[in-house]
Each structure stands twice: as C-alpha cells, then as structure tokens.
C-alpha cells in the first residue's frame, strides 16, 4: 500500500511510523511526507528515513480548500491510498475528505469522544479524569469526532503536569498508530457508519 503522511511538528508519530515499514513490519511504503511548516522537524525525520518530503505554505493559496486541492493533486498523482494525519495541524476540508473516503487516519491524544480539539492534555488534567490515553480515528468532517480504529487507556498520575502527561501518552501513540496503519494496509479494516471492525487475520 502506498500511504502519505501530513505533519506539521515534531514527527515522531510520522518517525514511528516511517521505522515500522523500513523494517518490513508493514508492507507497502511511505511515498511522501506533506508539511505545511517549513520548520517541522518531521522533515529532518523525512531525510533520516529517505522518504520524499513537500512542503506546502498555506499561505501561498487564495483559500484553504485551494491548498487541499494541491494536497489532493499530488497524493493523486503519487498514487496513496492512505491518508496518516500526525500531529498536522491543520483542519483538512470536505475537498480532501471526499477525494479519500474512509481513507484518513488521524492521532488525537486524548479518549475521544473526551477532549477533542486543541491541548488535549491540558483539558484532561482540568477536568480531572484519572484515565486519558489516545485514539486512532478515520477522520470525517468534523474536528476529531470520526469513527474509532484503535484507542489506548493511559493512567493520569496525581503529580502530572501537561508535559508528564503527554509523554506517557505519546508513548502509546506510537504502538497504536503504526498498528491502526497495519490493519489497514493487511486489508482487515471494515468501517459499518460509526462502528469499525477489525476483521481476524
Ligand atoms: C501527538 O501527540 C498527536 O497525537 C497530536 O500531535 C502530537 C504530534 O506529535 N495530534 P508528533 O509530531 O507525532 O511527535
């Protein structure tokens, strides 16, 4: 399967990710990795791997919708079939999501339906829940509402402070997000409305 990768950070979901098909536990490759900042340290994580990296200035485009058509030409053109949204941070538009139905993954750190949206961690530890964690979601066209591929509890300790917090749960994003990827590309993900199966291997 040939799956892209959109990052506007740090990249180490897109890292994780990238190891998993370099070593062979994932079969299919990493045709590109698309960035709207031109400071995203993915990038350098892009080079360390050998992927081919773009970056796109949103900035350079009339409107949003305009710089989703680019995206959506070039993952045409490259072929993808999967979508990994990693810590990109910008909201894709119905152009986007209609060009690949059911076909956009995205890492939110956070239990969805829980916390949704921007800090994530700040608003767990505000609300005071005792489990957070992180959730692998197909996304639809709203921000973090769509159907739940994979999700891990994470404990939220007395002591934490936001950085604590999404340290413990970054890690589990990397297990759960190279894994959604997996299913994925071994065919095994049956997506009934609201309700994602995954099917026996
Ligand atoms: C992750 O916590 C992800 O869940 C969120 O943004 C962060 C990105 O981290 N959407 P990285 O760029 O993958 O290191």
Known sequence: MRVAVLASGRGSNFYQIGKAFKEGKISGEIVVLITNNRKARAIE???????????LNPKSFPSREDYDKKIVEILKFLKVDLVCLAGYMLVVTPVFIDAFPNRILNIHPSLLPSFPGLKPHWQALTYGVKISGATVHIVDKGVDTGPIVVQAAVPVLPEDMEDSLSERILRWEHRIYPQAVKWFVDGRVEVNGRNVLIKKA
């Open 45 to 55: 994580k892009a080079e360390e791997l050998g992927i081919n990296w773009v970056f």
